[in-house]
């Protein structure tokens, strides 16, 4: 969760400007390094697709490499491999991003490879027949792993058949079915200059960026609409057991939460840093995992989405287990709902998450991205000293109202891979 956090993070030379299409650009000078990072981020993902699309989004993620009107395969993925520097891309449920990590004297060289994959791809369809494989083999690669599945899984459950709860992969009946007028749609769909954030970390001055970017992206659209997203509003609590052959169970329980634009979200980033955040001194580790040694793997997670978010908690341990499991969870989440922080416990909880802020800044890839995304949702990046006096703003009072609202026993869903 420290990742959502820094989508409001500001350093020192940092700068934001706007293309003449409208495309957002942000940069951060950094004059002691000889690594720079760059990439674009767009608001399309996998929550984007229609029904028959499912997969789509990820699926352009890949086919996006394989060819554009000046360049093979072979030549994208050397264009960077060549001098030391990297190439990748991710997609989410939200969006999609393509970025590059490299040596400074490679800046132009990297923008103008990603401006040619973002406006040039070509899609050849010999290339999508090959990459259907390759994707079908990631979804058969993923399903062996039920500690990853189950977080998907879990997600569609609670969404119960909208567009946010399904698998970023899709189907193997999806993938197979994609051909280039489905990929050529969605991005006229989705890839309009409005949808998209440049972002930056790196020894560049901010005259010679703005040229650059000027030079690459400052072109014209075949779209300029902005698609409306459809919210979700039906949850309805549900309990399922999943029949798979594992030597452990697998146990998700939890219930939807505010969203990336709702105020009490801090707060409940706060509240999951002590239930069970990334510090091993988290509640339910040292209450379930070291006192009873029921269950290696024990965690809890806060995700926002636009207009929706997901509270929930993951453990795996023996079957046998597992009903105790679940009552110690909740008996942690009890005390919240009754009980305030102690003055001290607040503040220690505060000084560890700006503590873990703090050392996410050190990742500059990492950096880079959630300036892009900070951008795209917000319009703005929030200063360090914003942030911080945001999280120290956060009372025992909020904390106790925010546990009644998310931490509802009958409110919560469960999914179980027995």
Same mark, same amino acid.
């Given at each position: 969760m420290i990742?959502e956090l820094?989508?409001?993070l500001?350093?020192e030379?940092?700068?934001s400007?706007?293309?003449?299409?409208s495309?957002r650009?942000?940069?951060q000078?950094?004059d002691? =390094?000889?690594?720079?990072?760059?990439?674009?981020t767009i608001?399309?993902? =996998?929550?984007d697709?229609?029904?028959?699309e499912?997969?789509l989004?990820?699926?352009?993620?890949?086919?996006?490499f394989k060819?554009?009107?000046k360049r093979?395969p072979?030549?994208i993925l050397?264009r960077?491999?060549a001098?030391?520097?990297?190439?990748n891309a991710?997609?989410?449920?939200?969006?999609t991003?393509?970025?590059g990590?490299?040596?400074?004297?490679?800046y132009?060289?990297?923008?103008?490879?990603?401006?040619?994959?973002? %406006?040039n791809s070509? %899609?050849?369809?010999?290339?999508i027949q090959?990459e259907k494989?390759?994707?079908?083999?990631?979804?058969?690669?993923y399903m062996d792993s039920?500690?990853?599945?189950?977080?998907?899984? %879990?997600?569609d459950?609670l969404?119960?058949?909208?567009?946010?709860g399904r698998?970023?992969?899709?189907?193997?009946e =999806?993938v197979?079915?994609?051909e280039?007028k489905?990929?050529?749609?969605?991005i006229?769909r989705?890839?309009?200059? @409005?949808?998209?954030a440049?972002?930056?970390?790196?020894?560049?001055?901010?005259?010679?960026?703005?040229k650059?970017c000027?030079?690459y992206?400052?072109?014209?659209f075949?779209?300029?609409t902005?698609?409306?997203?459809?919210?979700?509003?039906?949850?309805i609590?549900?309990?399922?057991a999943?029949s798979?052959?594992?030597h452990?169970?697998?146990?998700?329980?939890?219930n939807?939460a505010y969203?990336?634009?709702?105020?009490?979200?801090r707060?409940l980033?706060?509240?999951n840093?002590v239930?069970?955040g990334q510090?091993?001194?988290?509640?339910l580790?040292?209450?379930i995992?070291?006192?009873f040694g029921?269950t290696?793997?024990i965690e809890?997670n806060y995700v926002?989405?636009?207009?929706s978010?997901v509270?929930?908690v993951?453990?795996?341990g023996e079957k046998?287990?597992?009903?105790?499991?679940?009552?110690?969870?909740h008996?942690?989440?009890k005390?919240?709902?009754?009980?305030?922080?102690?003055?001290?416990?607040?503040?220690l909880?505060k000084? @560890?998450?700006?503590?873990?802020?703090?050392?996410?800044?050190?990742n500059r890839?990492?950096?880079?991205?959630?300036?892009g995304?900070?951008?795209?949702?917000?319009?703005?990046?929030?200063t360090?000293?914003?942030?911080?006096?945001q999280?120290?703003?956060?009372?025992?009072?909020?904390i106790?109202?925010i546990?009644n609202?998310i931490?509802?026993?009958?409110?919560f869903?469960?999914?179980?891979?027995?």
């Amino acid at each position: 969760m420290i990742s959502e956090l820094i989508l409001y993070l500001q350093v020192e030379n940092l700068n934001s400007f706007n293309l003449s299409n409208s495309i957002r650009c942000i940069h951060q000078q950094v004059d002691t =390094s000889e690594v720079s990072h760059f990439g674009i981020t767009i608001k399309a993902g =996998s929550r984007d697709e229609t029904e028959q699309e499912q997969g789509l989004a990820h699926f352009i993620e890949h086919c996006i490499f394989k060819g554009t009107t000046k360049r093979k395969p072979f030549h994208i993925l050397s264009r960077l491999d060549a001098v030391g520097g990297e190439i990748n891309a991710y997609t989410t449920k939200e969006e999609t991003c393509i970025y590059g990590s490299f040596l400074n004297i490679y800046y132009e060289r990297a923008i103008e490879l990603i401006a040619d994959i973002l %406006f040039n791809s070509t %899609f050849p369809s010999h290339e999508i027949q090959k990459e259907k494989d390759v994707i079908i083999d990631e979804i058969n690669s993923y399903m062996d792993s039920p500690s990853e599945q189950i977080f998907d899984d %879990f997600e569609d459950q609670l969404y119960n058949g909208h567009p946010i709860g399904r698998n970023i992969l899709g189907t193997i009946e =999806s993938v197979k079915s994609f051909e280039k007028k489905q990929v050529l749609s969605f991005i006229s769909r989705n890839y309009s200059p @409005q949808n998209i954030a440049i972002s930056s970390v790196g020894n560049i001055k901010l005259t010679k960026f703005i040229k650059l970017c000027a030079k690459y992206f400052d072109r014209e659209f075949p779209s300029s609409t902005v698609i409306k997203r459809v919210p979700f509003n039906n949850y309805i609590p549900q309990h399922n057991a999943v029949s798979r052959d594992t030597h452990q169970v697998h146990t998700m329980i939890g219930n939807l939460a505010y969203d990336m634009h709702n105020d009490k979200r801090r707060g409940l980033i706060l509240l999951n840093n002590v239930l069970g955040g990334q510090g091993l001194n988290n509640r339910l580790n040292l209450n379930i995992r070291e006192k009873f040694g029921l269950t290696y793997s024990i965690e809890s997670n806060y995700v926002p989405y636009s207009d929706s978010g997901v509270f929930q908690v993951y453990f795996s341990g023996e079957k046998k287990s597992n009903p105790r499991i679940v009552k110690l969870i909740h008996k942690e989440l009890k005390k919240f709902r009754e009980t305030k922080l102690g003055i001290n416990q607040l503040h220690l909880a505060k000084q @560890q998450l700006k503590g873990h802020i703090a050392l996410a800044q050190e990742n500059r890839v990492g950096l880079m991205l959630a300036l892009g995304k900070s951008l795209l949702l917000f319009d703005k990046v929030d200063t360090n000293q914003e942030i911080f006096d945001q999280i120290e703003a956060i009372s025992s009072s909020d904390i106790l109202e925010i546990a009644n609202e998310i931490f509802v026993e009958d409110q919560f869903s469960s999914l179980t891979f027995i």
